[in-house]
């Protein structure tokens, strides 16, 4: 049984991932991954990273110029940004290996297409978080989202989910 | 065989209806054979691309792509098995904007720079070397003739003579088996040009894209809404490209990539913006001045609007002609 003090640090550090998502604080968000970083929206649960096309396959260095685009100042998907609201759920330890960590959360997300429609989108799924400690500190080396409607045809995911 | 779950009605495979349950409550002269699925009047197939039409088009599909099967050609020549394989799946793509936004932004040269500024910014586009090399054939936009048009990229990577410029300047020797394959395929000449050219960057009429190594379609679901699909443009016994080409794909193209979303709230903005009124018309006229013919089709500079004229002018000759014909 996971110690209370290791779901709390644990708790934290997603809860603050998620807080840098929903402001779009993009560069302090980057700072959270380990060099090896991989961020991941696959169509669904089941699919292979290197035979199946994803809609968001980022190794370290595409996440770094995921964060370059986003701060240029001409990310016109993301101007304004969207104003934004997760929920996420109490976290599950999944499995853990040493100083890496397996947490899994649901979240709901609301979205305000605020760039050109004003349409209210709706995004739920499921996230798994590979977390390592380095030097002492949380940092994020996966995180793998899981849309309920990743296979369906789904608006702009400019922003960070 | 197919069961349809709300009566039962049984169909084999090729959409004929073979059974009915509880027949007593049709007549004796009750005939299967006109409760069928519905076949698509026209189906033809062009290197492994299906093309239909429910009415009918009232041309045959050689008469419809015309000289664009050489844009089709192009791509598929990729394949050292003159094949594509498209087995990675679709991102889709939902927005709000009416679909002929695509057609007219996918091959439109003049919105790259401010658009996908922020592309530009934060990567290392060999595009820009395309661009900024004095020397090289300039990149055109080239008008096929029944509203098949392009960016003709080629001329510019062909004059330039680097394999794989175009394949975001991967060097040949990371894709040795691909490169033994072409040259056993086409000869060492052949598979240099192939190498050096690329695939098009072309729209074949009404809704077929193939953008560089992706294939991509769209269809509309409403006047103001429609989809968008992709998939890598993956090679038959070319697995070297192909695992490349999945991550261009999701970082160029689909609903979280660099490029697509910026045309698509674009694309959102100008729909609200038809919906203002004020003006009874789109400007299209840039480059009419100065377009020129070659080989019979219309080019012009790669930032000109000589490709949308081109798609207007078969998306009017469609809306007017008679296809019960
Ligand atoms: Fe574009």
Known sequence: ????????????????????????????WESLWTDDGHYWVPRSATMDPEKHVSHLNDNRMRVHTRVKALNSGTRHSQLPISPMSRVISPIELEAEDGDEYQVGVNFNLTEMAIQSTHDMHIWAGRITYQLRRVDGELKMARKKVVLVNGNEPIPNIAFLI | MQVCPYHGWV?????????VPHKDGYPDDFDKSEFGMVAASQVDVYRG???????????????????????IDRAVDLSPEGELDL???????????????????????????????????ATDSQAMDLLSDADAEPPVVRDWGNGHM????????????IPFEWFGRVPASKLPNYTAAMIKAYGEERAHEL????????????????????????????????????????????????KRALHQTEGAVGPASFLIPEDVIIAERNQAGLNAGGRDWVDLSRGLHREYEEDGKIVSHMS??????????????????????
């Open chain 2, 195 to 242: 190498s050096v050219t690329g695939p098009p960057h072309a729209i074949i009429f009404p809704n077929l894209f193939l953008g560089e190594l992706n294939v991509i379609f769209y269809y509309p679901v409403s006047a103001d809404e429609c989809v968008q699909l992709y998939t890598p443009m993956s090679l038959k016994g070319a697995p070297e490209v192909n």
């Open chain 1, 1 to 28: 049984m996971a110690s209370f003090e290791l779901i709390n640090e644990l708790t934290q550090f997603i809860l603050k991932e998620s807080r840098f998502c929903d402001l779009s604080l993009y560069s302090d």
């Open chain 2, 304 to 325: 000109d609007e000589t490709v949308n004229r081109g798609f207007w002018r078969r998306h009017r000759e469609e809306m007017l002609r008679d296809h019960s014909k």
């Open chain 2, 150 to 161: 392009e960016i003709d990229f080629n001329v510019a990577y062909r004059s330039r003579n």
């Open chain 2, 49 to 71: 691309f299906v093309f239909a039409s429910l009415e009918g088009s009232g041309m045959t599909l050689a008469e419809h792509l015309g000289a664009a099967t050489a844009l």
């Open chain 2, 87 to 121: 087995q990675a799946g679709w991102l889709q793509h939902r927005f709000k904007a009416n679909w002929k936004m695509l057609p007219e932004n996918d091959c439109d040269g003049y919105h790259v720079e401010t658009t996908h500024a922020s592309f530009m910014h």
């Open chain 2, 11 to 19: 169909y084999d495979l090729t959409g004929a209806l073979i059974d």
